[in-house]
């Protein structure tokens, strides 16, 4: 690196006699820059973020957690309902509830005929068995296998980490703040 040795420089604000432009900013461009500086450098500006920002923010969300669906999909081999009805059947296990295929196709808003084709299609998978129900015999409950759980977890558990992580960073007031704000957003569109 060269050491300016020749004192203080004035700094161009104009042409020079062959008319070239200065490149200095103005103070105008300089004050628009520090306004929509990031803080990459120093952190956080402390700046609030605007109602649109946020939404905004929310939108961002909702993209990259259907981009890590579609990934999931993919890895997995299955499409978006069975994906859906698979999480239903692994959270009804978890829980101790019996799901049946009647009550699947009423979480997926799908017909009796097209649950019955998409529990088939899980079974081949080897995602789901139907198990007989003891009190009814006229009726079958549907439950995750071994692997499926094993799969599912083995797919998901690094993002639910990071994600469980992240909230847990929170303090009681911006989680109290964050409940709010989503419970208001799920109210507006029910």
């Known amino acids: ?22 490149t200095a900013p103005s103070s105008a461009e300089s004050s628009s820059f520090a306004a929509q500086s990031s803080g ?13 920002e946020l939404l905004n923010l929310l939108r961002r969300y909702r993209e990259s957690e259907r981009r890590m669906r579609s ?22 296990h978890a829980t101790g509830a019996l799901l049946r295929q009647r009550d699947l196709a009423r979480e997926l808003d ?6 019955s084709v998409l529990v088939d299609r899980l079974i ?15 009726s079958v409950a549907i439950e995750p296998t071994v692997s499926a759980d094993h799969e599912v977890r083995q797919t ?4 639910h980490r990071q994600m469980l992580e992240t909230v847990e960073n929170l ?3 911006e989680r109290e703040a964050v409940a709010k704000f989503l419970n208001g957003l799920i109210h507006s569109v029910e």
């Open 1 to 22: 690196m060269v050491k300016n040795t020749a004192g203080p420089q004035k700094q161009d604000t104009g042409s020079d006699a062959r008319g070239s432009v200065s």
């Open 40 to 52: 990459y450098w120093y952190g956080g500006s402390g700046h609030t973020p605007s109602s649109v």
């Open 71 to 92: 990934r999931t999909r993919d890895s997995m081999g299955m499409g978006e309902t069975d994906l859906l009805a698979l999480r239903y059947v692994l959270r009804a």
């Open 110 to 115: 799908i017909s009796a005929a097209s649950v």
């Open 124 to 138: 081949g998978y080897g995602h789901v068995r139907r198990v007989p129900i003891p009190s009814d015999r006229r």
């Open 156 to 159: 998901l558990s690094q993002m």
């Open 171 to 173: 303090t009681e007031g």
